[in-house]
């Protein structure tokens, strides 16, 4: 596959959202880690949520930016006491900015296995097309 505007255009987003939340959040983005993939019809966004209540997630677009909430939970009994807690609980939110040549309205999501996967089509008119080639006769 041949990459596209629409590849670089989400890595540029990426490397800009990194870059403006990182001194703000330190790390605490990566609690929502995602991978976005690039194919032929479609770009497919892949985050880890494991150990969230799927009733819990929230997945949303508006205007261009795709927004995902959700949160996690820890509930100890009385007879238990917490001496190590390094796996964070509360509310996590992400926001993708989708660039004009995908189909937002289009957006699907589905949670398996503590991923989110939410596919978002590419408008058909951005899609990579073969030009046929016309063969003139000489006269």
Avoid: N
């Amino acid at each position: 596959m041949v990459p596209t505007s629409i590849d670089s255009a989400l890595r540029e987003l990426e490397r800009q959202l990194g870059r403006l939340t990182r001194p703000v959040l330190g790390d605490a983005w990566a609690a929502m880690p995602m991978d976005a993939v690039r194919r032929q019809d479609e770009i497919l966004l892949r985050f880890d949520l494991p150990g969230v209540d799927p009733d819990s997630i929230e997945v949303t677009v508006d205007r261009g930016v795709l927004a995902v909430h959700a949160r996690r939970e820890e509930t100890y009994t009385e007879d238990e006491s917490v001496f190590v807690q390094e796996r964070s609980t509360g509310d996590y939110s992400r926001q993708v900015y989708l660039p004009d040549r995908l189909d937002a309205d289009g957006a699907r999501a589905a949670y398996d296995d503590g991923v989110l996967t939410v596919r978002v089509p590419v408008l058909e008119s951005s899609r990579p097309r073969k030009v046929e080639i016309a063969k003139e006769l000489s006269t």
